[in-house]
């Protein structure tokens, strides 16, 4: 047990915490919202650069090797700045998928390509129908030769509309809610039948609905068994935003605390009454309490008991949904009517918050799936 | 003690029920049904039914208008139009200008803006917040200078909701910046937003849609007709319109409406293999919810019905309790439609959908309304004195504290 | 609608208020708890000359014929000074009995005993292993000639100890958890093989354990169709105990708010914490919604429609229940240590408030049930 | 940064708790595994079951007795403890007396009542508290006069937790009244409560048991050579007393103990016709409470850590974050032993028991200590700096409000 950084870790948060002092002030983030694409391509160059998108990535194929720790220190560091880019996507979604189910060429070809830059990567599992359901697979997948055409549907698929590969879900075998017959498969971006409709979500992040019409796929994993790989990439995910919420409700409470030393009403600030004072040591206190589940997801990611893992990443994502929706909820609340507009940042904070618990299964959802559990 | 309604009163409520399911029409109950807001023509076109009935001006003196029902029957009309849906009377013509011309207006003024104000003639605005003023509304600096039979106004107004649809505005403004308090020198005017001298600039809300305004006066020469009581004496008007019968204060009828809603999107929805309507959890949160509207829904009837008693002079201290409790259910209930809709709730489908032309919708249509009442309903527990003031009230009020 | 007290009602409260004014202070009350029958059958002969035996007791038997808005002032009265005389378990509940199952000789007989404070009831319905649940009835009936014999054990039977006669529930046919097949009986106090050993509860009230040995009992009511009778009869007590809550509620907010005013600590009242007085404002709050529920209930159990009566009733069991929670929790955490003890009286309150959460079914249950309905 | 324990301390926690299941009396196991508080003697015995092994001055330094562990260690240790569930040591002997003689003590204090202390040859107690005091400890004002090689004592404790059980109380008293601040001029004396003029009067706590005391001195002749520090300066020593390791503040093993007992009589108890550990409500209410268990194990740790990295020196004020959330879960969770209950644990089962001979108990064994906990508990977010003070002191310390 021991919570101090390693020296590369420091040197890490170092790195990036300059570079988003420097390039993400809040202004720099709204003038990319307005762009088409919604993120900066040349920040993402920046990362390659810096190594970030080879973070996780096996030293083999040109990454850095880190484990889930250095992961969560970098999403922290991009809540904290509400980065737009798609490193959930594409790294952690993408990444993980590909290299927890791809052949040695597909994870060379792919993973190199992601640490360098090069490729981009989305997930797509989620359809219209599925919610949080992660066995209600309807999209399928029919042998053609040695590989696949894929007919069906996804939705909401995070920045499904910037990536160059795409990792989707389909069946196999099996109908709808069983566990067996749902592989993963390889769709190029500009393969013949597939249709993307980009669009923003609440938060300004971008997401894709797909549309997949007799498309050619690559299989990737083993076929009728990916979901236990589908379930890691989803406990990664939850892991990765869980520290980005972290990261979004230090910037909200550090902005609260702030607001209230300086705002006068009534003469003096308002942060003098006792009763805001008291909320914001609230706000505090379930931080805390989040962020000690999210260093807890962070430790479950690699652990190799299933059973284990899946019921502390699911209690993770309660603490850390429950944590940021009080923080969130109350900054807007101390912040007033200002806290209620686009044009200042807690409310893009807000926002994050509420959408990234949305994803993977929201509060209730993982709360009921660990009251099954109760023994 | 009788506890129940009478029958007197439970008739009544089905006129009104009968009246809005025969008379609201049909693209409006669609758009309201499914939690979109409704538009500016959607409230117009619904007031002026509602007018023509002569439900409009549903708490004015009769001789004003008013159709001279009780306060159980306002409540439960108030309460019905949430309910259906359907569009609000547009509170700023009907609670706030209506009862403050009735009590502080001149002849003139109320024989030319009363009636216009029921029929939604002219959509009136509120210019009392101020930069930096925030719940002390008494600091405010927007200043206005006797010049003849005008006023010349300069200043600036903020969270101004729906001055861009306006065409009046009813502003607090300084008269006489030396008196000794700072709630003295305050005067109530009346201003044509059409005026030389007026910007209106839109702050868009974190749901996306552009409901608030900053209004900026430059010179603006305001008719001294347009004062309503005595000039510095403003402040007495404000407390008399904000400390009016707050019957609809708790809109619960919203919230009804909501976790209507919640339940029959949970119909169509489905979680860990089953429809969401047969989740336990889902259940006892609805059943949860249920509970503390019936207890809200008598509590209100407790403080209007004792509002009634005292002959509508004093406002209940105990309307804190419905802002705070109403105001809780506002924001729970839209809390649970938005977890209803889940993932498809979080695009933010108004942009996509405005884009499209004959496309089919990328979406069920249950899907965009689910976030943005969620996501708005945030500032419930700020405006018309944020929650932690009201707490301030009763303790001062009712605890002595 | 009219929330105005007729003049009857309004006589009702004063007299009730001026007497437990004059007898039943904090100190008057600590003595009685120390008697071994925990109550003053004094005050017993006081509550029936004043008529408030006979409340809710039809004309015709010697009683007030009031309503359960009567009661729910009284009730409320009660609860403002933790009275200890066994009105809920001898009036509401053994009454109600009595009243809707009884036929008219037993009415006439027990009823008219009951308003002239002569015969002293108790219903005597949970057994051990039934906890919240109405049709676990394991005690068995046998008919003996015109008459039955009752076999098995009754748990926690309100003021048991020191009734005269007792409504007692037994199975005359079906088996665990059946609606059907449930019969009430009255069971004379001195019959021969009715054993009751009685206890104080934690609030001080008295409570007895039944055990019942081929005892004589008579039939009350239809038998086999006792459940209804019963769901009344719980309806009833559990309106009557809301308001006794909200009675408690009251003193409770009052006791506070003093102690805020007048404590002192670093040298001011520690009532100038904003923090303490938004509590206080909180609590005023949950006491008005209870207070609502509580009325709700009054107005409720004498509703026709069983289903419309029994949905609000839960309603308000659970309203009130978490008002009381939140109102007596809070109460003793603004108390400090001295709310924590025996000497004080607001342990006392709190103490009633949480046994009366867990008679009739507490909170979880009732929510429970109305989660059943949702539709 | 590395989440996990390592190898030692997971086989360090393995002996840990196979010590106890192997030692631990066999009747005080079976009343704690009830939910009955440990007897005197249960104490006792147990507490020099854990001497003997070298672990009940498991924070003291290795030269005075303890067993020279890990800040992570004794946090294993503590949880195990509470967790198994076993006595807890007297915390006035071990966490707060001693090393307070470590670090103020004369070598003769040391010497003579460190290893008494570790034994519980000596039950210490905790004189600060007053009538009119509570959280404002400074304005205390039971008075110590220096007579020659004594001094007199007179005055009033209250609260005092123990006081009937104790040998020993350690007290702060007022040996100046002139001076200038009030935290000024209070000395920590060492008071043996067999001296001539104390009386020791109980205070009935609200779950009928006998926990508390008034502790009255006339005229109590204390040896000066029992002063703790210098005279004068008792302020710092409590302070050091206060601020020192707090470790085990959260009580997690508690927690974790009663939710387990909840599970246990949740399979023997019934709701709506079966079994209430079946039941969704009940089975969601505890996995949010296992949810919060684990985030707050894991502040714990992390304060822990952080605070044996300092050296030790600093009390991290994120320690009230353990002190709110500790209480909150001891709360919430015997408020769940007690649901479980239900209807059983409302009689005051022990005085009724305590009649008893040899007659069957009226009740299931596990009845009677579904309630006791959770009205005792109420006091856990009164005593150590109520819940509010502990949010005071977060505001000052860490988000300088």
């Known amino acids: 047990m021991d919570f101090d950084l390693t020296d590369d870790q420091r040197l890490l948060t170092d790195s990036v915490t300059r570079l988003l002092a420097d390039q993400y002030g809040f202004e720099q983030r709204k003038s990319l919202l307005k762009t088409p694409m919604g993120w900066s391509e040349r920040l993402w160059s920046q990362y390659a650069e810096l190594g970030l998108l080879g973070l996780p990535v096996p030293e083999e194929y040109g990454g850095f090797g880190g484990g889930p720790v250095d992961v969560m220190l970098l999403m922290q560091a991009f ?10 996507a594409s790294v952690v979604l993408g990444g993980t998928a590909v290299r927890l189910a791809g052949d040695d060429a597909q994870r060379e070809e792919i993973l190199s390509g992601l640490a360098a830059g090069e490729t981009k990567l989305a997930f797509a599992h989620g359809e219209r129908q599925s919610r949080y359901d992660l066995t209600d697979v309807l999209t399928t997948a029919t042998p053609d030769g040695g590989a696949y055409r894929l007919e069906g549907a996804k939705s909401v698929v995070l920045h499904g509309d910037c990536a160059d590969r795409l990792v989707v879900s389909a069946r196999t075998a099996g109908g709808r809610d069983e566990a067996e017959g749902i592989s993963l498969f390889l769709v190029d971006a500009e393969a013949p039948g597939l249709a993307r409709r980009g669009y923003a979500l609440r938060d300004g992040t971008r997401a894709a609905e797909l549309s997949l019409s007799n498309v050619p796929a690559t299989l990737l994993g083993e076929r009728d068994a990916a979901l236990p790989v589908i379930e890691r990439v989803v406990e990664a995910g939850i892991a990765a935003t869980a520290a980005e919420v972290i990261g979004a409700m230090e910037a909200m409470q550090a902005m609260t605390l702030d607001y209230l030393k300086t705002r006068q009403q009534f003469g003096r600030p308002i942060g003098d009454n006792q009763a805001l004072q008291h ?9 805390e309490q989040g962020r000690s589940m999210a260093m807890l ?15 502390n990443i699911a209690r993770a994502k309660v603490g850390v949904g429950q944590a940021g929706r009080f923080v969130s909820q109350n900054a807007v609340q101390l912040h007033g009517g200002i806290g209620m507009t686009e044009e200042y940042a ?3 904070f807000f926002r994050r918050v509420m959408v990234i618990e949305h994803l993977f299964g929201d509060t209730a959802y993982h709360l009921d799936r660990l009251a099954d559990e109760v023994e | 003690m009788e506890l129940r309604f009478t029958p007197e009163e439970v008739a009544f ?9 025969d008379k609201l029409p049909a693209d409006t109950r669609e758009r309201m049904r499914l939690g979109h807001k409704p538009t500016k023509q959607d409230t117009i076109t619904w007031q002026r039914i509602l007018n023509a009935k002569g439900w409009a001006a549903y708490s004015w003196p009769k001789e004003h208008g008013g159709p001279g029902w009780s306060a159980i029957q306002r409540m439960i009309f108030l309460e019905e139009n949430l309910m259906a849906p359907a569009p609000e009377l547009l509170s700023f013509n009907i609670t706030m200008l209506g009862p403050v011309l009735v009590e502080f207006g001149t002849e003139a003024q109320k024989r030319h803006f009363l009636p216009r104000a029921a029929n939604l003639d002219d959509w009136w605005c509120q210019g009392f917040s101020e930069p930096g003023a925030g719940s002390d509304l008494a600091s405010l600096r927007t200043a206005a200078v006797r010049e003849g039979d005008h006023y010349v106004v300069n200043g600036q107004k903020i969270w101004t909701s729906t001055a861009h649809n306006a065409d009046w505005c009813f502003c607090l403004v300084r008269t006489d910046p030396r008196a000794a308090k700072r709630q003295e020198g305050i005067s109530f005017l009346l201003i044509d937003l059409r005026t030389p001298g007026i910007e209106v600039r839109p702050i868009i809300s974190i749901d996306g849609s552009h409901h608030l305004n900053e209004v900026f006066f430059t010179d603006v020469r305001v008719p001294a007709e347009n004062l309503v009581g005595e000039e510095n004496r403003g402040w007495s008007v404000a407390k008399y319109l904000l400390g009016n019968e707050r ?3 708790a809109r619960l009828g919203t919230s009804k409406a909501a976790v209507r809603r919640a339940k029959e999107v949970a119909r169509e929805v489905r979680t860990r293999g089953r429809p969401l309507i047969e989740d336990r959890g889902f259940r006892t949160r609805v059943a949860q919810l249920e509970v503390d509207m019936k207890a809200l829904e008598i509590t209100q009837l407790r403080v209007v019905s004792a509002f009634a008693k005292s002959g509508g002079k004093k406002p209940d201290p105990l309307s804190s309790v419905l802002k705070i409790k109403g105001t809780e259910l506002l924001q729970a209930s839209s809390e649970l439609v938005m977890d209803v809709g889940g993932p498809l709730a979080m695009p933010a489908w108004q942009q996509e959908l405005a884009a499209l032309a004959n496309e089919p919708a990328p979406v069920p249509d249950w899907a965009p309304a689910m976030a943005p009442a969620y996501l708005m309903l945030r500032a419930a527990s700020i405006y018309g004195g944020t929650n932690e003031i009201q707490k301030n009230i009763l303790n001062k009020a009712v605890l002595g504290l």
Chains 1, 3 share one sequence.
């Open chain 1, 79 to 88: 809540g904290r700045h509400l980065v737009l880019e798609p490193y959930l």
């Open chain 1, 279 to 287: 909320r914001a040591a609230e706000m505090l206190v379930a931080m």
């Open chain 1, 297 to 311: 997801a962070a430790m479950m990611v690699e652990e190799p008991d299933a059973g284990e893992r899946a019921r």
């Open chain 1, 346 to 348: 807690i409310g893009h």
């Open chain 2, 13 to 21: 409520r089905e006129e009104v029920r009968a009246f809005i399911r």
């Open chain 2, 247 to 249: 019957t609809g204060i």
